[in-house]
């Protein structure tokens, strides 16, 4: 398997404007987390689906954050309009067995916001 | 979310030393306390995790220490390694999801 991808690696954007990140979970897995890192805030859990249905979505910072999971091989979490602050590294994670398994985390989505 | 705190921030080890990472937790619904491993650039990936059950859980060189009514449990990585330098998360989990520590930036010097 190819473990979790994410698009794009590294996002630059100017503030205002509209991102879209993606993420293709492992196949099989049933449960897809999004996380955001940052040096102050360490490692924040967003939002997280199972079978595609949002679950928890208490760790989106406000309304400018939305995610999506439209079906069981694609999500997408997309800020509009983006900010300064918003800049970070976006990680998303799937497994089986939710909070209490193996989380398999993609390799991020560094993005800088102008 | 329940906070997962965490101890040192930064750590610095000689080759060969025993380096350790704390951590407290206040969700007593967690059933679930993996530790992650981050290198620069990657996500993190699962190193050890341990169940309330036991006190303790060792592979290789890694021991996890559980106790479980003081809520605290701790990461031992015993003969550090250059190559075991990373941040190491500590979590809990449950029902509702994983809760991450800060993290520790563990550098090990030659």
């Known amino acids: 398997d190819a473990g979790v991808i994410q698009s794009p690696r590294h996002e630059v954007t100017e503030m205002g404007q509209e991102v879209t990140l993606r993420c293709k979970p492992i196949?099989?897995?049933?449960?897809l987390f999004w996380y955001r890192q940052t040096m102050m805030r360490g490692l924040e859990l967003l939002i997280y689906?199972?079978?595609?249905?949002?679950?928890?979505d208490s760790g989106m910072p406000e309304d400018r954050f939305s995610a999506k999971m439209p079906n069981a091989s694609f999500s997408t979490l997309k800020i509009q309009p983006s900010e300064p602050r918003d800049s970070a590294v976006y990680f998303c994670?799937?497994?089986?067995?939710?909070?209490?398994?193996?989380?398999?985390f993609g390799p991020g989505t560094r993005l800088t916001v102008l | 979310q329940q906070q997962v705190k965490q101890s040192p921030q930064s750590l610095i080890v000689q080759k060969g030393g025993i380096s350790i990472i704390n951590c407290a937790y206040e969700n007593t619904a967690f059933d679930y306390f993996p530790w992650y491993q981050q290198f620069p650039g990657k996500g993190p990936a699962l190193l050890i995790a341990i169940r309330p059950d036991v006190s303790e859980k060792k592979e290789g060189r890694f021991t996890i220490s559980f106790n479980k009514s003081a809520k605290q449990f701790s990461l031992h990585i015993m003969d550090s390694q250059p190559g075991d330098s990373a941040t190491y998360f500590c979590?809990?989990?449950?029902?509702?999801?994983?809760?991450f520590g800060k993290g520790t930036h563990l550098i090990i010097q030659p």
């Open positions: 689906f199972n079978n595609n249905v949002p679950i928890d």
């Open positions: 196949s099989g897995h049933d449960y």
């Open positions: 979590s809990g989990g449950g029902a509702d999801g994983l809760t």
């Open positions: 994670a799937s497994n089986w067995r939710g909070g209490r398994g193996t989380q398999y």
